[in-house]
């Protein structure tokens, strides 16, 4: 089964496989463990005090903002060691240089829409 359909065939087969690996183990990991239920181990930890109300918690949007940002300042650290090096290479350098003032010059337009936004205040 050559062809254009014969890739995704073996696609498909990879999956399929990748997905009884997976799902073997963990039925293997649910058939070997032990299983000793008592209520101290089915009660919920916080950090030795003993549980206080419901588990429903709010939590600000701010942080999950912070997170995104960190990610974004990471994927940017990611993208520059790489370019540290290949700007060495012979015949590199200027074509790397404007590509990465390039990449740089949106992060910075990123971060100065969040700094616009009021997203950076910690208040």
């Given at each position: 089964?050559?062809?254009?359909?014969?890739?995704?065939?073996l696609?498909f087969?990879l999956?399929v496989?990748?997905?009884?690996?997976?799902?073997?183990?963990?039925?293997?990991?649910?058939?070997?463990?032990?299983?000793?239920p008592?209520?101290?181990?089915?009660?919920?930890?916080?950090?030795?005090?003993?549980?206080?109300?419901?588990?429903?918690?709010?939590?600000?949007?701010?942080?999950?903002?912070?997170?995104?940002?960190?990610?974004?300042?990471?994927?940017?650290?990611v993208?520059?060691?790489?370019?540290?090096?290949?700007?060495?290479?012979?015949?590199?350098g200027m074509?790397t240089?404007?590509?990465?003032?390039?990449?740089?010059?949106f992060?910075?337009?990123g971060i100065?829409?969040?700094?616009?936004?009021?997203?950076?205040?910690?208040?």
């Amino acid at each position: 089964m050559g062809g254009y359909f014969g890739s995704y065939t073996l696609v498909f087969a990879l999956l399929v496989i990748g997905v009884g690996i997976v799902a073997g183990a963990l039925t293997a990991n649910r058939l070997l463990r032990p299983t000793r239920p008592t209520v101290e181990k089915l009660t919920t930890y916080e950090c030795g005090v003993d549980p206080v109300g419901e588990g429903w918690a709010q939590s600000q949007i701010r942080y999950y903002v912070f997170t995104y940002l960190y990610v974004v300042f990471a994927v940017d650290a990611v993208f520059l060691f790489p370019w540290a090096m290949v700007f060495a290479a012979p015949g590199y350098g200027m074509t790397t240089l404007v590509e990465m003032f390039v990449f740089l010059g949106f992060i910075a337009l990123g971060i100065l829409y969040a700094w616009k936004k009021r997203v950076l205040t910690w208040t």
